[in-house]
């Protein structure tokens, strides 16, 4: 897998000072106005930890010794494994590593160019993808299957993921019975439940609703699985104008302001659960009204990961996407803004990998093209070494004014190390390129996308765990038929 430790390229936006002030700020929201919990469970948690709770208005106040007891209890790297364990890896702000993004209800189809509803089949095809790639290291649930009743939506998503990937699979769950039917399936491919907390081969994405809200739902299954060791993503999504202020700096605050009240509530329910520092903020076009990422993205983005380091928190921040419907040089651009200052600035993990349209629909195209732009700007972020032996000066004595290094034993010995080497995108001469069908990157990567889907097999779970899933499937289907989803 592409895996890159921290290089010498980091960029750092803000100064400490500025840091201090948003974390001060946020400090004051979270104990005026607060948050808005509906979840009783997470209410009574809080109360009882400290807080100040107005039940009738479902408000907590958390005051800022909460917050660093909870920071102080909260761990400070999390395992991420997989089924197959040589993908596991550690959130350590070490490394950056990426996912793909989740949960659009359209996909273009590589066959066809058609803009349809996600199925199932489509599902399981993308994570096929997605398994193939280098650069993914986290399956988390990128298409919504629209054929599939909406009450059985997410743990097939999970079995679908499971099943089709040998690496760790990041999703979300509504509700305490969902998040505990998600954990038992996965404790079932790992060897039980204890195993699991060892070994946690799945997260949780939970994310907040701006401003300063958390559904009942949601926040029930968060608390589910901080009880369960399951790593939770808490990805907050404020939309600069809308459901955040206009400036940047105060969409910082109401980020910052969801993730650090929803980490006071998981180490108050368990005492270092894993928790990530989580953020997809995006901004409306007030001209259209859309939700779009634009370079504001890029700064929100940047601070974010500022912020987790500041609290000492991994984190998964956003990354690629684009307002553009197809693969195009819009879609090429905006994504590579964004996800230049994101990798630079060195996030635990960065999503957003395939989609369009502002993450409403997956592009298998764009996938393979976003893979291919992240390895660049990972060579970017790598830099280069200078010192005796890179600076070569034996080596240009030898070859001498006029002549040529190609034969020589240093190029031989470095020419991979310094130059990266492009898989999908064109460098031959204009008539080799004429003469092989004159192809653009969307023909190159879609025929790509073919040969992938043909050729990769990844392991599929044992008959055995399938039929015991499968069977947990049935089970959570009749429960919700006779209305037990609390």
């Known amino acids: 897998m592409v895996v890159k430790k921290m ?60 917050v660093k007891e909870a920071l102080k209890r909260a761990p400070k790297r999390v395992k991420y494994c997989a089924r197959n364990p040589k993908y596991d890896f550690w959130l350590d702000k070490t490394s950056t590593h990426f996912t793909t993004d989740g949960q659009a209800i359209f996909i273009r189809d590589f066959e066809t160019g058609e803009r349809r509803p996600s199925t199932n089949d489509d599902l399981a095809r993308w994570t096929i993808l997605a398994d193939y790639l280098s650069t993914v290291h986290v399956i988390w649930v990128s298409l919504t299957p629209t054929d599939v009743p909406e009450p059985m939506q997410r743990l097939t998503e999970f079995f679908t993921c499971l099943d089709n990937s040998e690496k760790h699979v990041e999703h979300g769950a509504l509700g305490s019975k969902q998040a505990q039917y998600a954990m038992e399936m996965a404790a079932t491919i790992v060897g039980g439940k204890e195993e699991l907390r060892k070994r946690p081969i799945i997260s949780a994405i939970q994310c907040p609703i701006a401003p300063l809200k958390y559904e009942k739902e949601s926040m029930d299954a968060a608390i589910e699985f901080a009880k369960g060791g399951i790593p939770v993503v808490i990805l907050s999504m404020p939309l600069t104008g ?82 553009s419907k197809v693969p195009d040089a819009q ?42 732009i992240i390895e660049a700007i990972l060579r970017i972020a790598d830099g280069f070494e200078v010192n005796d032996y890179t600076l070569a000066v034996d080596i240009i004595r030898k070859v001498g004014p006029g002549g040529h290094f190609l034969a020589e034993k240093h190029t031989v010995d470095n020419i991979l190390k310094e130059h990266w080497i492009p898989k999908i995108s064109d460098r031959q001469p204009y008539d080799a390129w004429e003469k092989a069908g004159a192809k653009d990157i969307i023909k190159v990567a879609r025929e790509k996308v073919k040969e992938i889907l043909a050729t990769h097999k990844p392991e599929p779970l044992p008959e055995d765990v399938r039929k015991e899933i499968l069977d947990l499937l049935k089970k959570y289907q009749n429960e919700v038929l006779k209305g037990k989803n609390n």
């Not at 960065?350 to 996938?367: H, N, Q, V, W």
């Open 331 to 372: 879609a090429a651009y905006e994504r590579t803004m964004i996800l230049t200052i994101t990798i630079l600035s060195r996030p635990d993990i960065l999503c957003g990998l395939g989609a369009l349209e502002s993450a409403k629909t997956m592009c298998p195209e764009m996938l393979l093209i976003d893979s291919e």
């Open 7 to 66: 290089s010498r390229s980091k960029f750092s936006l803000l100064p400490k000072d500025e840091i201090d002030d948003i974390h001060n700020a946020t400090l004051e929201v979270l104990e005026n106005p607060g948050l808005e919990i509906h979840s009783e469970r997470a209410l009574n948690i809080l109360e009882k930890a400290g807080a100040k709770i107005d039940y009738e208005k479902k408000l907590a106040s958390i005051p800022e010794y909460l």
């Open 242 to 323: 809308l459901s955040g202020p206009a400036t940047i700096a105060g969409s910082l605050v109401i980020n910052n302001a969801e993730v650090l009240g929803n980490v006071v509530i998981s180490q108050f329910t368990n005492p270092g659960a894993p928790v990530i520092y989580g953020g997809c903020p995006g901004c409306i076009d007030f001209k259209t009204g859309s939700y779009v990422k634009g370079p504001e993205t890029a700064l929100l983005n940047a601070a974010l990961t500022q912020l987790a380091r500041y609290y000492d928190l991994p984190c998964e921040i956003s990354g690629g996407s684009s307002s």
